[in-house]
């Protein structure tokens, strides 16, 4: 991937999460243990699921996904947000800022579908459980995960190349922690109306369909298991959901807040905080959400250990 436009811009400064100098240290040890939880948990959580017969199932592998978005997800920022805590001046070329403008596009933009995905698969195991293993076989199972990477691919690229065609000219100060693009619109000394209008149709559609999708879904769910007329049926069946509906809720509810009122330096400020909730918390809890509320996933875990002690 090439990364060339006419900006004579050839470094950033990322201002960081904080500018206290005493808060450097303590700072950067709380997100080095976030960030070894984050992969610890994701790489244990892909490493049950490939190791344990009984969870590779359509569920689980698109749990797995998630896990292997989750872990790179994390991985686009954390490293030179820590850097940054240790740094005077936390610089990042040009190159490495578009870079990382288009893997966070990416693996956001996977997550938002990967979890759309989880929810038509909830649908259909609740709503149609005897056509279950046809409806989500392997190759829609494949087909889902192939559009959700192609959607997240194009978009990032839509994002990434609207970005390179700005001009940044003295101004070289990124109000943020990792190369976004409300801050870094804010230093172009061009127009931005198209990178305006574009992040308004790309980000539009993949918060839309996504949005609707899941709706749509749960709406199905949940008026089929009213029509359960067993309590323990219909226990197990908002069980089975409750995970998914967690994790849907932390990811695109901090997103939705971090985003929605970025209209000045003050919410910029706001904003940068609030988005280490959706960038580097989510990662971390969703994990812990589908083990410590998931039956299978412990006793897989337990079965894996004993093995090992064996």
Known sequence: MVFENDSS???????????????????????LVMYVVTVLGNLGLISLIVLNSHLQTPMYFLLFNLSF???????????KMLMGFLSE??????????????????????????????AYDRYVAICNPLLYNIV??????????????????????AHTGCMLRLTFCSANTINHYFCDIPPLLQLSCT?????????????????????????????F???????????????????????????????????????IKLTSAESM???????????????????????????DVKVALIKTLSKRKC
């Open 9 to 31: 811009m050839t470094e950033f400064i990322l201002v960081g999460l904080n500018m206290e100098p005493d808060l450097q240290y303590p700072l950067f040890i709380l997100f």
């Open 69 to 79: 978005v989750d872990l790179w997800y994390s991985s686009v920022f954390t490293p």
């Open 89 to 118: 001046k936390n610089i990042i070329s040009y190159r490495g800022c578009m870079t990382q403008l288009f893997f966070f596009c990416f693996f956001s933009i996977s997550e938002c579908y990967i979890l759309t995905s989880m």
């Open 136 to 157: 989500m076989s392997p190759k829609v199972c494949l087909s889902l995960m192939f559009s959700s990477y192609m959607m997240a691919f194009s978009s990032a690229m």
């Open 191 to 219: 127009s931005t109306y198209v990178n305006e209008l574009e992040v308004f149709v790309v980000a539009g559609i993949n918060i839309i369909v996504p949005s609707i999708t899941i709706f749509i879904s749960y709406g």
């Open 221 to 259: 769910i949940i008026s089929s298991i009213f029509h359960i007329t067993s309590k323990e049926s219909r226990s197990k069946a908002f069980s089975t959901c409750s995970s998914h509906i967690i994790a849907v809720s932390l990811f695109f509810g901090s997103g939705a807040f971090t985003y």
């Open 269 to 295: 400020n706001e904003g940068k905080i609030s988005s280490v909730f959706y960038t580097n918390t989510v990662p971390l809890l969703n994990p812990l959400i589908y083990s410590l509320r998931n039956k």
